[in-house]
Nanobody
Framework: QVQLVESGGGSVQTGGSLRLSCAVSQLPYSGYCVGWFRQAPGKEREGVATIDSRESTTYTDSVKGRFTISKDNAKNTLYLQMNSLKPEDTAMYYC?????????????????WGQGTQVTVSS
């Protein structure tokens, strides 16, 4: 059974940093896309960053230059390094996995999801 388990969330002040981790059991796709998504209260879930099996990355505009997505294939772990955090980054963060052909920042294209980890940034 495929599992995605996030960790690393917490509370920080504006300008602080956090690193999220997502342990991913073996994916059922030969070509895959994994990513980070977030959902703030009262808002729709949005894509933050993705990385695919070819190491190609995509970021939403609001996090470019501040967040970095990476993965360690040996450890089956996905990361999101978040620097210069802002209050508007406050949300529940989820990791997700899908197929390479549908790799995008659209949550609907991902079929496997973790339970989420909360990130709170205070001003």
């Amino acid at each position: 059974q495929v599992q995605l388990v996030e960790s690393g969330g917490g509370s920080v002040q504006t300008g602080g940093s956090l690193r999220l981790s997502c342990a991913v059991s073996q994916l059922p796709y030969s070509g895959y896309c994994v990513g980070w998504f977030r959902q703030a209260p009262g808002k729709e879930r949005e894509g933050v960053a993705t990385i695919d099996s070819r190491e190609s990355t995509t970021y939403t505009d609001s996090v470019k230059g501040r967040f970095t997505i990476s993965k360690d294939n040996a450890k089956n772990t996905l990361y999101l390094q978040m620097n210069s955090l802002k209050p508007e980054d406050t949300a529940m963060y989820y990791c997700a996995a899908g197929t390479l052909e549908w790799c995008s920042l659209r949550p609907a294209y991902f079929g496997l999801w973790g339970q989420g980890t909360q990130v709170t940034v205070s001003s």
